[in-house]
């Protein structure tokens, strides 16, 4: 079956829509669209795929990932081939480790709390 939907971008809702972005450009080494403005920030993805965009939100609450008080409803995957060096630059960027017992991949919070993990699988 033949569509002619694709998916453009992952938008995040965030208090500051150009922090996230940020932290999300350093970590991917993404760079912002210059249309981008202080409601809506996107990351355009190098290689022609999705981008990641960030969408400004006054009220948002982050996840309580792993309680379901406030679930995640989405999380991202990066696939790194160096688990522990990314491990260590992406704490330097900001996030915050929790979960690293699985051996092939590590869960992050960004620095509003949306769970994010780095996977060497």
Not at 14 to 43: H, I, M, N
Not at 60 to 74: A, G, I, V
Request: charge should be negative.
């Amino acid at each position: 079956m033949s569509t002619s939907v694709t998916l453009g971008c992952v938008a995040l809702d965030c208090p500051e829509p150009y922090r996230l972005a940020d932290f999300y450009g350093k970590l991917l080494g993404w760079k912002l669209d210059p249309d981008s403005d202080d409601q809506w920030v996107t990351l355009v993805n190098p290689d022609g795929g999705a981008d990641i965009s960030f969408q400004r939100d006054p009220d948002y609450r982050p996840s309580t990932w792993p309680s379901n008080e406030r679930p995640q409803m989405l999380h991202l995957d990066f696939t790194v081939e160096d688990l522990d060096a990314e491990h260590e630059r992406t704490v330097q960027l900001g996030a915050r480790l929790l979960d690293d017992k699985p051996e092939t991949f590590r869960v992050y919070a960004d620095p509003d709390g949306h769970p994010f993990c780095l996977c060497a699988c």
